[in-house]
């Protein structure tokens, strides 16, 4: 008699200007399971696909439907830290593992850190943090440094500061999808700063990177970024970024075999590039793995599969990987700079790694050991 | 003589540079009809969008009961006792011609902060509503929503609509336009019927109905008050005659 | 030029028009009779196409033109003044004037005979619709209609809200009208101008056409006076 | 705060404004002349964007680009015309919003599923590409000189449009009474045909004009639907004048908040308060400028009349 | 403003509005009988989505009462929403959650918020008090996410749901979801009551024509804005039970689309009738749920479903049963 199917529920932001970086986690995370042969651990696996369509009571929706009407064992998602904030409740309160391939917020790190919770990106602040800790170790002097005004645009902001030790000329929050950057362009032209560092997702880092190149300006002051480059982004952005820097946790050129191959047959697969997204999902696809084949599939018995979860027993496609006491990974850190490959396609390649092993700085404010 | 109900003091409006009602002086006696006369233009609705305070007025004042109503907002003056109809046909089009008419009479009656009670159900306001549809001739057509009366009826409705407010002045703005011959008769003795109830003002190009119901005819042209007097007088005078009314008068009947 | 016979329309479901037959000969001058709601006005809109007919047919020289949108109808020589003015509130008169000016059937009208007319429309031309008087807003209504230099003028009480001076004024301007060979289709409730203007009349009641003669037809017959027209 | 860094603002402000009235243009016709909400105004716009994109592929020339999207967009136009719009005209404006929305929720996903959900982007065509020096030391983008160009020009073109051709007389007076107008002859089922087409037309534009800019992406349309709304409110509705002068003004009032309101509130407040309030006021400050400008004028600054 | 010859059928021919009490009667039995019937089902999945079908129908009801019975498009009820649900969220973040406070709390703040933005936006008309209304709800929007304490952004995870004298009767999934029925059917009887009143006569009377309304004495103003306010609070109701229901509160539930959404829901179900706006709602959340199980580009078919409704059918989804109903009658009259 074979054993029942293991389900495993996704939810990701698949409508909307986000919907790519969504589609990114879904295929990522679908990757892994085909090449494990449709199992993890073992287990025929199911995988069901929501779209939380960046809304978090309807987040909370399709959470509750995937954990009480699928009973699905394991939640994957979601893309954006609100979402996350909306389902952990939800997801975990009945002893569901939620896994998120990519927001990591400060909460879930410290305070409100959860047993039931693992997150396989980072935390957020840590990829602001290399872009200030190159600044300050390569000496720059002055920078100009400019988020969307919420939450995250703030914490990013904080990030960069913490190690950037240098004058922060101007700090602008701009409205969230501001379209037209011309005004703080001209700001950034008159303050002439040693460095500009921005973090703008998405649709806006499109129109920031474009814009400050037909300004001129990507000639004169190198621009430090996090999620404003990137290779859900850079089909539209193509020469425009060329020479912007970016912090990471990974590049698709990471030198290490699994990686090259993972990358390699995302592109085969799905025709672009994968980005962090996508990798992180794929990351995740093989923890869940690791940890059915500790426990021989069983998923019953919780605190067993949350210490083989612990043990991340796989071998990451970014190479260093452990979970810190808060769930929260432990991993190298690198600044990358947008290239062109010979095939005409675009993406960030790795210029020197900024952190090595690093620990979020909220894990002493988590309970849990 | 008792003290007029209504009493205009140099009334003026002007829009942009054209000045449509320039110092009008005007007085109307409790009881009293007082017909307003003039060519096309001359700005009698405009002096009764100002009366009940649809249009402010740019200077002047305007007396109603011995109070200075001049910067009051319409509903105001409508609760003091000033009704009025609209030249162009104004009725609640998808209300039926009943609930027209009742409503009405609610606004008379005040208390519209009830929230409960079905209102449609309300002899207290449906009764007297009828009575008046009966008067103007519309009793049949009660149940018909306003927007699908023919034009002659929904004047008529209009006519209904204020009279049921009983109030203490009431400006008629051509009732009359767009009624048929019948209606305008009928129209005729519901107004002379109401003589005296209360004052009303009249401003009606159809000088059969004018000359049967006036007590007083104030003629205005170009926004001045050319002359004020009984029928007969203001009948005969040239000027009325010449700028008015012309010379092959339409005494058809 | 115009026929109608067996016209029959109504609003949704209820039926206004039962049998509403007449014609009316070129340069001719015809009324449309009737008390309030016995629908003189349905019929206008019916033959104009703003009401689609249920039965019966329009034909304007022979042709059938039942079922045509308003705006073919219009284009074969009806001119429309509508009941309740409808001029166009966000026009200026003289847009008012020009902007379905037409001169498909010669060019006897133009904007300045309009404003020779009626020169208060001239005083006013650069008024919005909205702004003008009742009257003003009459004067508009027909002084647009005349600009589509129509075969058949059709007016619906066209002279309400008019002053006694400018109504006279109207009467004589459409029995000039009528010399030139204008043919009119007339609505309006001043029966002793109608009878000394137009030719032949039509009585309604309630859909029906219940009787049909002449001006002197109608002046003689007391009972007709009396029965359809209360008067 | 130097004076040349306010003058260059003012000028990003004005920049701003007539790249919004660009956007409004198409909006301000269909819904201000001719009193239908056309939610799907935002979409179309995005469908500019994208022909634009796909035909530049195809092509590799901006110039065929532009021409083929905007014949695709205006054919398109016709065709929502055809399938949707004509059966609307003369209802409630309720019944447009509903399914112009419909057409928003259709669009969006379409297009996502064409040409998937990744940004894509339109390059500057060549022969417009870098800046030109304003001043010493004041760069401007050449394209950006040149959408203001072409901003200006749909503006003048629109007002004559609708202010003084007998088309224009007669969209309006349809606008408010269509049955009227063909009772006088003219066919304006035909001509609302026609502008439908020409709105259609002028959000494509928009899109392609804009597209070299900004990312063209699915629901790229949303936002700039709100804000066009927003330019034709302030304006008064109907009113080519008031759209224009609107757009400018909310250009000017964004432009200079962003710029300078966390240094002005520092005037007033501690600075670490001034950071928080200032973004999020500068955030709500089109908003805040649309509550006052309605709440003095209900009607907008140039209403128009006669409604 | 018609084309042609099209009847005017939007104009109800009736005296008041339509009183079909059939359809929001089996609507709420329906309701009633749902736990029963899926407890042999994955109950709680279906209860947590009737209970989401039930919060919005009744803010639906806020907007179908102002938009249906007093013509005031309002694009910016989502606002009230969601400051009834950060009422309870901030409470919950100050360990407040009884419902002698935090119910109250939730009406007063959104009554407040609609009578002082209601006093502004009232001035004006049409498409300008649409977007009048939009304006402040952007400006809750920023607002909410820009208080930094409450998660900003991010929202507010809400602990514990709220009790009643310290009881937790809101727990149980059954006992929650008849809480939420129950206020369902008082809000709907009460915007009932309150159409046929004399008060709804007025909004109704000001929504044909207010000049008129105007000149017989009525100040239209104070009406609307006590409409306004009720409104407001409706929708400051159901934000209280959309926070106890997702546990959760975030600037989003403000957001345009969200009050956009509100609106179709009450078109789609047919304006004009109380009962269109419970079974828009039900109508638009289901068919989302429905859909979006089929395949990730639902809008495509969503979309067009929407444009037939409206071009096809007059008065909504109710329009649809009216129409039926009247066709089968007149067949049944034939014989
Ligand atoms: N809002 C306005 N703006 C500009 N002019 C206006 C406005 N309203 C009225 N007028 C002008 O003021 C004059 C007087 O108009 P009013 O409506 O008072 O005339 P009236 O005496 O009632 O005429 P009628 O007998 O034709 O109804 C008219 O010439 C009209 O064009
Ligand atoms: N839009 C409408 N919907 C429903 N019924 C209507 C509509 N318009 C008119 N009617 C009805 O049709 C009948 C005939 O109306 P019509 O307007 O043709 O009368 P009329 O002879 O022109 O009257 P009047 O002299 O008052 O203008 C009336 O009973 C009226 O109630
Ligand atoms: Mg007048
Ligand atoms: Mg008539």
């Avoid at chain 1, 990013?156 to 929050?173: I, Q, T």
């Amino acid at each position: 008699q074979a054993p029942e199917k293991l389900k495993v529920g996704v939810i990701a932001t698949l409508s909307g200007p986000p919907a790519v970086l969504g589609q990114q986690i879904r295929n990522g995370f679908q990757l892994a399971v085909k090449e494990l042969g449709g199992k993890l651990g073992g287990r025929e696996v199911e995988v069901l696909v929501q779209d939380d369509e960046l809304k978090p009571d309807v987040a909370v929706g399709k959470v509750k439907a995937l954990v009480e009407r699928d009973k699905v064992d394991f939640v994957v998602g979601p893309v954006f830290s609100n979402i996350l904030q909306a389902i952990v409740k939800p997801a975990t309160e009945g002893g569901t593992i939620l896994i998120s391939p990519n927001a990591g917020t400060s909460n879930y790190a410290g305070r409100d850190c959860n047993p039931n919770l693992f997150v396989t990106s980072y935390q957020n602040d840590q990829m602001h943090e290399v872009s200030g800790k190159y600044a300050q170790d390569k000496g720059m002097k002055t920078a100009f440094i400019m988020a969307p005004n919420y939450q995250a645009g703030k914490d990013s902001l904080a990030g960069f500061k913490r190690w950037f030790k240098g004058d922060v000329v101007d700090e602008v929050y701009v409205p969230l999808n501001q379209l037209d950057y011309s005004a703080e362009l001209s700001k950034i032209a008159a303050a002439k700063p040693s460095v500009v560092f921005v973090f703008l997702p998405g649709g806006m880092g499109v129109n920031f990177v474009k814009q400050y190149r037909q300004a001129g300006l990507a000639e004169t002051i190198p621009v430090l970024s996090t999620f404003t480059v990137d290779e859900s982004t850079l089909p539209a952005q193509q020469d425009a970024a060329l020479g912007f820097f970016a912090g990471s946790n990974w590049a698709p050129n990471l030198d290490n075999p699994k990686n090259k191959a993972f990358v390699a047959a995302y592109e085969a697969a799905f025709g672009a590039v994968p980005a962090t997204y996508a990798f992180q999902a794929y990351d995740t696809a093989m923890l869940i793995d690791s940890a059915l084949k500790a426990t021989k599939g069983d998923t019953k018995d919780k605190d067993a599969l949350r210490a083989a979860l612990k043990k991340a027993d796989f071998v990451s496609l970014r190479g260093d990987f452990k979970f810190n006491t808060n769930n929260y990974p432990i991993q190298d850190f690198y600044l990358t700079k947008v290239a062109k490959r010979p095939d005409g396609k675009y993406q960030t390649e790795i210029v020197s790694k900024v952190f090595d092993d690093y620990a979020d700085a909220y894990v002493g404010s988590c309970k849990m050991k | 003589m008792a003290e007029p109900i209504l009493a205009l003091k140099g009334l003026r409006k002007q829009f942009g540079g054209l000045v449509v009602t320039d110092s009008v002086d005007l007085s109307v006696a409790p009881g009293e009809l007082h017909a307003v006369i003039g060519p096309n233009g001359a700005g009698k609705t405009t002096l009764i969008n100002q009366i009940s305070g649809v249009l402010p007025a740019d200077s002047g004042t305007i007396l109603f009961a011995g109070h200075d109503v001049t910067r009051l907002a319409p509903h105001e003056r409508a609760r003091r006792g000033l009704a009025r109809t609209f030249q162009i046909t104004s009725v609640l089009p998808t209300f039926s011609a009943l609930e027209n008419v009742a409503i009405a009479v609610q606004a008379r009656a005040g208390s519209s902060f009830r929230l409960f009670g079905d209102a449609a159900a309300e002899p207290a306001l449906n009764t007297p509503a009828m009575a008046a549809l009966a008067e103007v001739g519309l009793a049949e057509r009660a149940d018909v929503p306003a927007g699908h009366l023919s034009h002659g009826e929904k004047r008529a409705l209009e006519l209904a609509m204020a009279i049921v407010t009983e109030p203490k002045l009431l400006l008629l703005d051509e009732p009359m336009a767009g009624t048929g011959r019948e209606e305008t008769a009928r129209l005729i003795t519901v107004l002379r019927r109401l003589k005296g109830r209360f004052a009303m003002m009249l401003v009606e190009h159809d000088m059969t109905a004018v000359f049967a119901l006036a007590d007083h005819i104030s003629v205005l042209i170009y926004g001045r008050i050319l002359l004020g007097g009984r029928p007969d007088e203001v009948r005969e005078d040239p000027q009325v005659v010449a700028a008015y009314l012309g010379d092959e008068i339409e005494f058809e009947r | 030029m115009l026929t109608v016979e067996n016209l029959e329309a109504g609003y949704g479901e209820t039926p206004v028009l039962f049998d509403v037959g007449f014609r009316v000969a070129a340069g001719e001058v015809v009324t449309l009779l009737g008390r309030n709601g016995m629908g003189k006005t349905t019929t206008i809109r019916a033959l104009m196409g703003l009401v689609r007919p249920t039965g019966g047919s329009v034909a304007l020289d022979g042709v059938p033109v039942t079922g045509l949108p308003p705006y073919r109808i219009a284009q074969l020589g009806l001119g429309l003044v509508p009941e309740g003015r409808q001029v166009f509130p966000t026009l200026t008169v003289r847009e008012n004037l020009v902007a379905t000016a037409a001169a498909r059937f010669g060019d006897r009208w133009t904007l300045d005979r309009v404003y020779d007319f009626f020169p208060r429309l001239a005083e006013r031309r650069g008024h919005l619709g909205s702004q003008l008087s009742g009257g003003e807003q009459q004067m508009l209504a027909i002084g647009r209609a005349l600009m589509t230099n129509p075969r058949l003028l059709i007016l619906d009480e066209a002279t309400e809200g008019l002053a006694p001076l400018i109504r006279a004024e109207i009467w004589r301007g459409l029995s000039r009208l009528k010399r030139d060979g204008q043919a009119i289709l007339l609505v309006d409730k001043h029966l002793d101008a109608m009878t000394r203007l137009a030719d032949r009349h039509v009585v309604l009641e309630k859909g029906h056409v219940v009787w049909t003669g002449t001006s002197a037809a109608l002046a003689a017959d007391q009972t007709v006076r009396q029965r359809w027209l209360q008067v | 705060m130097s004076t040349t860094l306010l003058v260059v603002q003012v000028l990003n402000g004005l920049q701003l404004g007539v790249l919004l009235f660009l956007i409004a243009a198409g909006l301000t016709l269909v819904f201000g002349v001719m009193d239908f909400i056309n939610l799907a105004h935002g979409v179309q716009y995005m469908l500019g964007a994208y022909l634009a994109v796909m035909f530049y592929g195809l092509t590799g020339s901006f110039v065929a680009a532009l021409v083929l999207a905007l014949a695709a967009a205006l054919a398109f136009g016709l065709l929502l015309e055809a399938v949707v719009f004509r059966h609307l005209y003369g209802r409630d404006h309720l019944d447009h919003v509903i399914a112009t929305f419909g057409i928003i929720l259709f669009l969006n996903s379409a297009v996502k599923y064409v040409w998937g959900a990744a940004p894509l982007s339109l390059p500057v065509p060549e022969a417009l590409t870098g800046s030109v020096a304003l001043a010493p030391g004041l760069l401007y983008p050449v394209w950006r000189l040149v959408i203001i160009g072409s901003g200006l020009v749909v503006a003048v073109l629109l007002w004559a449009l609708v202010s003084f051709t007998r088309i224009g007389m007669l969209v309006r007076a349809g606008a408010t009474n269509p049955e009227m107008v063909s009772a006088l002859g003219v066919d304006i089922r035909r001509l609302f045909t026609l502008v439908f087409g020409f709105g259609a037309m002028l959000a494509g534009f928009a899109g392609i004009m804009i597209a070299p800019i900004l990312s063209v992406e699915p629901g790229m349309g949303d936002t700039i639907l709100i804000l066009a709304f927003v330019v034709i409110v302030i304006g008064g509705i109907g009113s080519i004048r008031g759209a224009f002068v609107a757009a400018l003004l909310i250009g000017l009032v964004d432009t200079l908040g962003r710029s300078f309101a966390v240094d002005i509130l520092r005037l007033f407040l501690s600075s670490s308060t001034a950071r928080t309030v200032g973004p999020a006021l500068a955030s709500m400050l089109i908003y805040l400028l649309m509550a006052v400008v309605l709440y003095v004028r209900p009607t907008g600054l140039f209403p128009a009349k006669g409604r | 403003m018609t084309l042609a010859a099209v009847p005017d059928e939007t104009a109800p021919a009736t005296r008041r509005p339509r009183r079909n009490v059939v359809l929001p009667l089996v609507l709420f039995a329906l309701l009633a009988v749902l736990p029963l019937a899926a407890a042999s089902m994955s109950a709680g999945y279906l209860l947590d989505l009737f209970v989401r079908v039930m919060i919005f129908a009744i803010a639906a009801l806020s907007v179908e009462l102002l938009i249906g019975h007093a013509a005031l498009v309002t694009f910016g009820q989502a606002a009230f929403v969601g400051i009834g649900a950060y009422a309870v969220g901030i409470l919950d973040a100050h360990e407040t959650n009884d419902l002698v406070v935090a119910l109250p709390a939730a009406l007063l703040a959104s009554g407040l918020f609609a009578f002082a933005t209601g006093l502004v936006c009232l001035r004006t008309k049409g498409v300008y008090f649409i977007m009048i209304t939009l304006a402040f709800g952007q400006m809750a929007f920023f607002t909410a996410s820009s208080l930094a304490p409450y998660g900003g952004d991010d929202g507010l995870t809400i602990h514990d749901r709220t009790t009643l004298f310290g009881f937790a009767v809101l727990d149980r999934p059954l006992a929650f979801y008849y809480v939420v029925l129950a206020v369902l059917i008082a809000v709907h009887l009460f915007c009932r009551a309150l159409v046929a009143s004399r008060f709804g006569r007025v909004l109704r009377g000001a929504k044909d024509n207010a000049l008129r309304m105007t000149t017989l004495g009525f100040r239209v103003y104070r009406f609307q804005l006590a409409a306004y306010v009720i409104a407001g609070m409706i929708g400051g109701l159901a934000g209280f039970l959309l926070a106890n229901a997702t546990e959760f509160v975030s600037p989003a539930y403000m957001s345009w689309q969200r009050s956009g959404e509100l609106i179709i829901m009450v078109l789609l179900g047919g304006l004009g009738t109380l009962h269109g706006a419970i079974v828009g709602a039900a109508a638009y959340l289901l068919l989302e749920e429905w859909l979006a199980g089929l395949t990730e580009h639902w809008k495509m078919i969503f979309g067009p479903l929407l444009v037939l409704v409206v071009v096809f059918v007059r008065g909504g989804l109710v329009g649809i049963g009216t129409a039926l109903s009247a066709a089968v009658s007149r067949r049944l009259r034939r014989g």
